[in-house]
């Protein structure tokens, strides 16, 4: 397992990172791990390198990160050999989204996300989470609250890094010169969807990471399932998995012709479109750590493996081609006038 800084800062992660939210039982019908089953994915894990998990409050309703405490506990893991991710904002209640008691339990007000992160603290059994995320956009909340508020849990040692995920460029952009301005704690990572054949990101926000140093944590990196090896041409139902009842999140339309490169590349090198696919996220130079869940230890033990292959720059180039995003406007009015003047 080789180990990356999360974007600009000095904190070094495992360049897989383990996904919890299939720790619990009750998250859009995803989470299905009990304690023991989760303590041994972690231990098995660990045993690998990963050093870096990543929950929310909102997988389970806080089951995942009182089974992501629990597991630290009894694994005996050093506080300081493990870097806790969590996040934010989703609404932790019923009231929170019908309007009932708990209205305010949702959303990046400085209320929730004060009572939130003293609530994941407590659920975690940890004195500090090491990356704190907000996990989405609060259209109603004015965004210096939401950063004052962050800024004020990093002072008070509750949090060491801050991180956002589900955000547009524009809206990040305006959070990193709100905070540059007030000389407030700036975000240090984006957690995103990003995969082979989900690659929007590239549009904007890869770029708007890479120049403002953020780096990117790419989830569902094999789209839920999708890149797993099962789905082929011949093949694209298959009974038993999430898919059929959960077609989330969505793929691009030239998803096959990744997956055939994928699995061609695959054999050629003695491992699975799996392995291939989360490799070329971690061939992306933009990637900190690329987020993997699994509900088996069969499926860990096969994403864990993708740290060992090392994609060469022409399997890399034969993946990227088969999904290349075309350019959006202004972007291909920007290459062209950089063609003609040099700049």
């Known amino acids: 397992m080789e ?19 299939t720790f619990g039982k009750n998250f859009y019908g995803i989470a299905v791990m ?19 998990i990543d ?38 209640g019923e009231g929170a989204k019908t309007g009932g008691r708990d209205v305010n339990n949702v959303g990046l007000s400085r209320h929730h996300i004060i009572s939130g992160c003293e609530a994941s603290l407590k659920r975690l ?32 040692g509750k949090v060491r890094y801050l991180g956002c995920s ?13 905070a540059r301005e007030r000389g407030w704690d700036q975000f240090s990572s984006l957690q995103a969807y990003y995969s082979l054949v989900a690659r929007d990101l590239e549009h904007e926000l890869v770029m708007l990471c890479e120049e403002e140093g953020l780096g990117i944590l790419p989830w569902s990196p094999l789209s839920g399932g999708f890149l797993s090896g099962k789905y082929t041409r011949e093949t694209q139902k298959v009974e038993g998995t999430r898919r059929n009842s959960f077609d989330f999140p969505p ?20 491992a699975t479109v799996a392995q291939v696919s989360i490799a070329w996220l971690l061939a992306q130079k933009s990637v900190s750590s690329v987020i993997i869940g699994a509900n088996k230890l069969s499926q860990l033990e096969d994403n864990l493996k993708s740290a060992e292959l090392k994609l060469t720059t022409e399997e890399v180039e034969r993946l990227s081609a088969t999904t290349q995003p075309p350019k959006l406007y202004p972007q291909w009015m920007i290459e062209f006038q950089r063609g003609e003047s040099g700049r």
């Not at 180990?3 to 939210?21: D, N, P, Q």
């Not at 009990?34 to 870096?52: K, P, W, Y």
């Open 3 to 21: 180990y990356r800084t999360l974007g600009k800062t000095g904190l070094k992660v495992s360049e897989i990172c383990l996904g919890a939210m």
């Open 251 to 270: 793929i691009d339309p030239r998803s096959f012709d990744a997956i055939d490169t994928a699995t061609e590349i695959a054999k050629e090198r003695g």
């Open 166 to 178: 589900n955000w547009s460029a524009r809206q990040l952009m305006k959070a990193v010169v709100t």
């Open 55 to 92: 929950t929310a409050d909102i997988y389970s309703y806080g089951e995942s990160e009182e089974i992501v405490g629990n597991a630290i506990r009894e694994l005996a893991i050093r506080r300081d050999y493990i870097v806790v991710a969590t996040k934010v904002r989703g609404a932790m």
């Open 34 to 52: 009990n304690q023991d089953e989760a303590t041994a994915m972690i231990a098995r894990s660990t045993d690998a390198g990963v050093n870096f």
């Open 125 to 156: 059994g940890l004195d500090y989470i090491d990356l704190y995320q907000v996990h989405g956009w609060d259209s109603l909340t004015p965004i210096d609250e939401t950063l004052r508020a962050l800024e004020d849990l990093v002072r008070q």
